[in-house]
């Protein structure tokens, strides 16, 4: 999908990255730190009109594919729910350089950190990924911790895609509708190293939600950060309706595999989800 003029002004993404954090605030999502996110869009701008001070930095990864790109991205060791009061302290821009190794860093001289989040590297590589693959000039990516589905993914039984897109979208239609190709999985890795960052690029590729084993779960969007956020609420309304199925002793049954391939043959999905 490409956005088209009039675009976005970067107050407006301000704002709305903001209204995100506080959201995820509302669904105990974000303890402490925890969570980041990030808008990548290929249009002009002016990052020093809101961020007076300009350094020069090498990026984590390599993404000649994203040269004259610019990302608004949170910065290391910041609090979510705290962006809407003041996003100039929480967030920097970074525009790609035509090498695709370095870039500009916009942040402010009253800003809470001193770089961008430790998952700078995942979101530079998935916006690169999808950008390329679709085409499109405007990607955003939210990583968090809901609570609900990260304790699933302690469970040895939800450990792999299928078992937590069957059991994790099963309580409502609108859940099958909203994420159709179902849920992506990846094993635990250390947070922030290069292991996580491919082994998302994977999962990503055929996923707009993955769960991080024992750690959060990351969502993208090509359409708005909204879009991305409403992703995370459906999969975390899914698991806390699992949650409550295991607490009552598994009494609910969801929706049964021929209920779920009426909704997919009536709107046309790959049964995947089944």
Not at 1 to 16: A, G, V
Not at 54 to 79: D, E, H, M, N, Y
Not at 164 to 171: D, I, K
């Amino acid at each position: 999908m490409l956005i088209q003029p009039p675009y976005p002004k970067l107050e407006e993404y301000f704002t709305e990255i903001g209204e995100v954090g506080a959201r995820l605030s509302e669904l105990n999502c974000c303890e402490g730190s925890s969570g980041n996110i990030s808008v990548c869009f290929n249009w002009p701008c002016e990052p020093d009109k809101l961020l007076s001070e300009q350094i020069q930095v090498k990026l984590p990864v390599f993404i000649p594919k994203l040269a004259g790109f610019t990302l608004i991205v949170t910065g290391s060791g910041c609090r979510l729910p705290e962006i809407y009061r003041n996003p100039a302290r929480y967030l920097c821009i970074v525009q790609i350089h035509a090498d695709g190794k370095t870039g500009s860093l916009f942040r402010s001289p009253q800003r809470c950190f001193e770089k961008p989040t430790s998952e700078f590297n995942s979101h530079l590589a998935s916006h690169c990924q999808q950008i390329v693959a679709t085409g499109a000039n405007f990607h955003a990516l939210v990583h968090t911790h809901p609570p609900y589905l990260t304790f699933l993914s302690n469970i040895p039984t939800y450990q792999n895609a299928h078992m937590l897109t069957r059991r994790v979208l099963c309580w409502q239609p609108e859940m099958i509708t909203h994420i159709p190709e179902g849920l992506g999985w990846v094993p635990f890795c250390v947070p922030g190293s290069d292991d996580l960052m491919n082994a998302s690029l994977n999962a990503l590729k055929t996923n707009r939600v993955i769960v991080w084993a024992k750690h959060g779960i990351v969502a993208r969007s090509e359409i708005g950060l909204k879009n991305a956020l409403d992703l995370i609420e459906f999969t975390e309304a899914g698991a806390r309706y699992e949650f409550f199925n295991l607490a009552s002793g598994g009494q609910g049954e969801g929706l049964l595999p021929n209920e779920i391939g009426a909704i997919c043959d009536f709107y046309h999905f790959e049964q995947n989800i089944i």
